[in-house]
T-cell receptor, first 113, second 113 residues
Framework: GDSVTQMEGPVTLSEEAFLTINCTYTATGYPSLFWYVQYPGEGLQLLLKATKADDKGSNKGFEATYRKETTSFHLEKGSVQVSDSAVYFCALITMDSSYKLIFGSGTRLLVRP | GAGVSQTPSNKVTEKGKYVELRCDPISGHTALYWYRQSLGQGPEFLIYFQGTGAADDSGLPNDRFFAVRPEGSVSTLKIQRTERGDSAVYLC???????????FGEGSRLTVL
């Protein structure tokens, strides 16, 4: 079945470090891909998305590129801040069930000052 | 309020009891979703409403779980004869469209003793 695999956390970085959180997927057809973020004490919120191969989603300095050849959607940021500390979820939807988000298990990021 | 509102934020109950969890979506959002998030896992789909009807309830784990949305706005997730394995955070989300861009509430944490 369709699934998303994320790197396990926690990921601990110093402020201004470069961030990569790996995400790979298995899906029939051509899914749309998403990154959601959950800040402490808040609900999940959409960070960025990409709907077709080679699309790059970006928001708040974060970027992810939809790589069909490697079935990946890795999240990157060039310089993290303490305020980026949160749990990040990679997710997909398929054309067969465009309302049903399938999430990875999440990666906790801790940024130290 | 402007966001998705869920009540209660925390619920502790005893095994075998009945529980109701409420979700008040963003005004004007016709699509409403329930997800369940166990510790250390990503959210898992339970049910999807389009308007008043449940368009897909395939994620409900068994017949002890039921959800309604009688007027196409507020939804209630009902769990009968609760079991310890039902302990989790129950997330509600709403959206204008079905394209994976969901707005989540902060969740209702259910603990079954």
């Amino acid at each position: 079945g369709d699934s998303v695999t994320q790197m396990e956390g926690p990921v601990t970085l110093s402020e201004e470090a470069f961030l990569t959180i790996n995400c790979t997927y298995t899906a029939t057809g051509y899914p749309s891909l998403f990154w959601y973020v959950q800040y402490p004490g808040e609900g999940l919120q959409l960070l960025l998305k990409a709907t077709k191969a080679d699309d790059k989603g970006s928001n708040k300095g974060f970027e992810a590129t939809y790589r069909k050849e490697t079935t990946s959607f890795h999240l990157e940021k060039g310089s993290v801040q303490v305020s980026d500390s949160a749990v990040y979820f990679c997710a997909l939807i398929t054309m067969d069930s465009s309302y049903k988000l399938i999430f990875g298990s999440g990666t906790r990021l801790l940024v130290r000052p | 309020g402007a966001g998705v509102s869920q009540t209660p934020s925390n619920k502790v109950t005893e095994k075998g009891k009945y529980v109701e969890l409420r979700c008040d979506p963003i005004s004007g959002h016709t699509a409403l979703y329930w997800y369940r998030q166990s510790l250390g896992q990503g959210p898992e789909f339970l049910i999807y409403f389009q308007g008043t009807g449940a368009a897909d309830d395939s994620g409900l784990p068994n017949d002890r779980f039921f959800a309604v949305r009688p007027e196409g706005s507020v939804s209630t997730l009902k769990i009968q004869r609760t079991e310890r394995g039902d302990s989790a955070v129950y997330l509600c989300a709403s959206s204008r469209q079905e394209a994976g861009e969901l707005f989540f509430g902060e969740g209702s944490r259910l603990t079954v003793l």
